[in-house]
């Protein structure tokens, strides 16, 4: 999500469960729970962010017993999230399917107009949170010890210079196209299927840098082997002092990514009230509210029609960064 300092956060909206009348029948006292195994599908890879915090979601839920039936992750990661918002788009109507998403929730169906998705499609049930974004090279680069050491370096490697991301124009990919025209580089962006494999790759030296989420990379920085130059938030990341925000250095630019639970397309109102108050239990629990403050993860609950303005508002950011960066027409 890109905010200037002319943009405030928008504030959550929680819906609760209404309880029935006194002397109603017994069907119709009864709130509606779901019956069997409900799937949540991850629009992106394993061991990255989005499905790190999908798995932990499900632990919080199983621990604390806030649902009557499992709630089992499955990833679909490919086309940039093009395989999670057919698959959601084929499940019109359907109670028991909820989705995690990223940015891609935005730029796919703006890529992928064939797809014939549109965010006004999906049932918005809860955003968790959103995430934070850093640049990052492996610690073993003693020259880079900052911003302008990494231009330098990036610029004498030209092309060859590998910035390694999630899905093509993602988040990654706009970021390292902000990088590549305001420090005037040629980096070249090469897509992986997941933030987890990103972080393995600047890791393993593959790789000469990353954008990562920090969940991603927190094991690698925190055993040594990656290092923050820069993060793109309003102000200092706690995990990472040391590391200025670009804000700091001169370029106004901050940008998050939502983590928001999504409901397939014609989801039943009933539904749509259980999930949503299922996830605001899960968002002010003691063990989420801890994981966000780990994970480097900000900004309030968001759920209804202050989630869906909120989906209209950043795909027209978003549309307007891909057709800057040549990725679409307007």
């Known amino acids: 999500?890109?905010?200037?300092?002319?943009?405030?956060?928008?504030?959550?909206?929680?819906?609760?469960?209404?309880?029935?009348?006194?002397?109603?029948?017994?069907?119709?006292?009864?709130?509606?729970?779901?019956?069997?195994?409900?799937?949540?599908?991850?629009?992106?890879?394993?061991?990255?962010?989005?499905?790190?915090?999908?798995?932990?979601?499900?632990?919080?839920?199983?621990?604390?017993?806030?649902?009557?039936?499992?709630?089992?992750?499955?990833?679909?990661?490919?086309?940039?999230?093009?395989?999670a918002l057919v698959y959601m788009k084929g499940k019109k109507g359907d109670d028991y399917t909820l989705m995690f998403t990223l940015?891609?929730?935005?730029?796919?169906?703006?890529?992928?107009?064939?797809?014939?998705?549109k965010v006004e499609d999906f049932t918005p049930i809860m955003r968790m949170a959103e995430d934070t974004f850093c640049l990052w090279v492996n610690s073993d680069r003693k020259d880079i010890n900052n911003v302008d050491d990494f231009v330098k370096a990036a610029k004498a490697k030209g092309n060859g210079w590998i910035m390694a991301g999630t899905g093509k124009a993602s988040e990654d990919n706009l970021l390292t196209d902000f990088l590549n025209t305001t420090y005037g580089l040629k980096m070249k962006y090469v897509p992986y299927k997941g933030g987890g494999k990103v972080a393995k790759e600047l890791a393993g030296n593959n790789a000469d840098s990353t954008v990562n989420n920090p969940s991603e990379q927190l094991g690698f920085f925190e055993a040594g082997k990656t290092k923050p130059l820069a993060c793109f938030t309003p102000a200092r990341i706690d995990l990472f002092k040391d590391a200025p925000t670009f804000k700091e250095l001169g370029k106004?630019?901050?940008?998050?990514?939502?983590?928001?639970?999504?409901?397939?397309?014609?989801?039943?109102?009933?539904?749509?009230?259980?999930?949503?108050?299922?996830?605001?239990?899960?968002?002010?629990?003691?063990?989420?509210?801890?994981?966000?403050?780990?994970?480097?993860l900000q900004g309030d609950s968001l759920s209804a029609d202050a989630l869906m303005n909120y989906w209209k508002k950043q795909r027209d950011v978003h549309k307007g960064m891909l057709m800057k960066m040549g990725a679409i027409k307007g």
């Open 1 to 83: 999500m890109i905010k200037t300092k002319q943009q405030l956060f928008g504030l959550g909206i929680a819906m609760g469960l209404g309880v029935a009348a006194i002397g109603l029948p017994q069907a119709a006292q009864s709130a509606w729970e779901p019956k069997k195994p409900v799937q949540f599908v991850v629009m992106a890879g394993k061991g990255g962010g989005a499905d790190k915090a999908v798995r932990f979601m499900q632990s919080i839920i199983a621990k604390n017993k806030l649902a009557p039936v499992p709630i089992t992750p499955i990833n679909k990661p490919g086309g940039s999230g093009a395989e």
């Open 103 to 117: 940015n891609s929730f935005y730029t796919t169906p703006l890529r992928q107009p064939a797809l014939g998705v």
């Open 252 to 296: 106004d630019f901050v940008y998050f990514m939502q983590r928001t639970v999504v409901g397939a397309p014609g989801m039943s109102k009933d539904a749509e009230a259980y999930y949503q108050g299922l996830f605001k239990k899960v968002f002010e629990s003691s063990e989420w509210q801890g994981y966000m403050k780990k994970k480097a």
